[in-house]
């Protein structure tokens, strides 16, 4: 048997086993790169302080650092003032992993978050940020904005309860403005597997569905994947060597 048709055969017994994530199949990566690892997975160091992509589970996701990952790695990000709305009569400058430069507390929260940095030239695409400022950007907006915006939607015991993968979930859906009011009503009832059927059920899972943006599907279908996990016993666990 050749290289590679041994490589296959190991990777479809771990797919069989349900451990691929587990097993000795992380690709290493970068986390400074756009895109560090392919969508569902979010790149962190494994025992041996290397860089590699996990599989966004129960098992893996386990700290806020975790949930910030998975997110960044959906979003990837911009370090000029890039124009995101493609209607020619919209200005919609961003920075960053999805920063809007037009929202009402933009300036105060780069003067808070940024000091020293020149808001308005970074407007006017005069001026860069580094790729670590735009994370200072994109972590105060999870830890102010949008973990508190998911803890009051679906509320503050019900959220605090769930496994981190599933916080995850729920914290990218608002992120990216995709969670529905049907969907959280089914969450806070904890009808998981309903409320993972109607976040798809959305027009801009259908819109990308029907117009072939690859970016949207797999990030939607990760977050209901992670809703039809709750109160289901986790699979047993497979001892892998890592890389």
């Not at 933009?106 to 790729?131: C, E, H, M, Y």
């Not at 830890?143 to 009051?152: C, G, K």
């Not at 309903?194 to 117009?211: C, Q, R, S």
Request: hydrophobic letters at 35%; aromatic letters at 10%; proline letters at 5%.
């Amino acid at each position: 048997m050749d290289k590679d048709h041994l490589v296959v055969l190991v990777m479809l017994l771990c797919m069989y086993f349900g451990t691929v994530a587990a097993c000795g199949n992380r690709k290493k990566c970068n986390p400074a790169d756009k895109k560090p690892c392919r969508d569902c997975f979010f790149c962190k160091k494994n025992k041996k302080e290397k860089h590699v992509c996990f599989k966004v589970r129960e098992q893996t996701v386990v700290t806020i650092d975790d949930l910030k990952a998975i997110i960044r790695n959906f979003e990837s990000y911009t370090l000029t003032m890039t124009d995101v709305n493609p209607k020619p009569k919209v200005f919609d400058p961003t920075i960053g992993y999805g920063f809007s430069l037009k929202r009402g507390d933009a300036k105060a929260t780069f003067n808070k978050v940024l000091p020293g940095v020149n808001f308005d030239k970074v407007l006017s695409g005069k001026k860069a940020i580094t790729w670590e400022q735009a994370k200072k950007l994109f972590h105060h907006d999870i830890d102010n904005i949008y973990i508190p915006r998911a803890e009051r939607k679906i509320g503050k015991k019900l959220f605090g309860g769930l496994t981190m993968n599933v916080k995850t979930a729920i914290v990218n859906a608002f992120y990216r403005g995709d969670i529905g009011p049907k969907t959280i009503a089914l969450i806070k009832q904890e009808k998981w597997a309903e409320a993972a059927v109607e976040y798809l059920n959305h027009n801009g899972y259908k819109n990308a569905k029907k117009n072939g943006m690859s970016g949207i599907i797999p990030r939607m279908k990760c977050n209901a994947e992670q809703f039809k996990k709750v109160n289901k016993p986790p699979p047993p666990k497979k001892k892998c060597k890592e890389e």
